[in-house]
T-cell receptor
Framework: GQQVMQIPQYQHVQEGEDFTTYCNSS?????IQWYKQRPGGHPVFLIQ?????EVKKQKRLTFQFGEAKKNSSLHITATQTTDVGTYVC????????FGAGTILRVKS | SAVISQKPSRDICQRGTSLTIQCQVD?????MFWYRQQPGQSLTLIAT?????????ESGFVIDKFPISRPNLTFSTLTVSNMSPEDSSIYLC???????????FGQGTRLTVV
């Protein structure tokens, strides 16, 4: 089945710095979702991207879907300590396929 | 949206025993799933719980080890059978309400097998 590779596995940033995580697929994706999982918590839906080249913003978070629909990114501007957690890209079809996730730690 | 009550939140079990995890949803949903999250790892789908029929298991997971019940559209159970320390993990149920694409998760069950 379809899979996504997510990088980096882990990133530790200073508060106020930006953060980006990337998801890449060898095949064209119909859509991609992003979830956030806080330490000790369960995944929480952030957004779904469907259209080629789509860009969506949620406050300091910017989500992009590549023109070829084979990659996606999540960018956080000026990270805060509340951004700590694991950000996971997910393929949605008749079931969800989770990427490995990027663990974000923020130093204050 | 959907609110899921998952029980128990955690348990410590002896090897060789079984544990049944319950998920109750506040609305009727067709799509319901069970996941395992091993320490430091992402979520792995165990099976799709089908109402009125046998669950659909992913590769590497079998019914004898992880029997699932889905008696109606608001409730499901996952049993972890004949447990070994390798089964120590977090187990989560999830639903996707009809007409939507967003998944909602239970709070998870943290299982430790000793």
């Amino acid at each position: 089945g379809q899979q996504v590779m997510q990088i980096p596995q882990y990133q530790h940033v200073q508060e106020g710095e930006d953060f980006t995580t990337y998801c890449n697929s060898s095949t064209t994706l119909s859509n991609i979702q992003w979830y956030k999982q806080r330490p000790g918590g369960h995944p929480v839906f952030l957004i779904q991207l469907v259209k080629s080249g789509e860009v969506k913003k949620q406050k300091r978070l910017t989500f992009q879907f590549g023109e070829a629909k084979k990659n996606s990114s999540l960018h956080i501007t000026a990270t805060q300590t509340t951004d700590v957690g694991t950000y996971v890209c997910v393929l949605y079809g008749n079931k969800l396929v989770f990427g490995a996730g990027t663990i974000l730690r923020v130093k204050s | 949206s959907a609110v899921i009550s998952q029980k128990p939140s955690r348990d410590i079990c002896q090897r060789g025993t079984s544990l049944t995890i319950q998920c109750q949803v506040d609305s009727q949903v067709t799509m319901m799933f069970w996941y395992r999250q091993q320490p430091g790892q992402s979520l792995t789908l165990i099976a799709t719980a089908n109402q009125g029929s046998e669950a659909t298991y992913e590769s590497g997971f079998v019914i004898d080890k992880f029997p699932i019940s889905r008696p109606n559209l608001t409730f499901s159970t996952l049993t972890v059978s004949n447990m070994s320390p390798e089964d120590s993990s977090i187990y989560l149920c999830s639903v996707i309400p009809g007409g939507g694409t967003e998944a909602f998760f239970g709070q998870g069950t943290r299982l430790t097998v000793v």
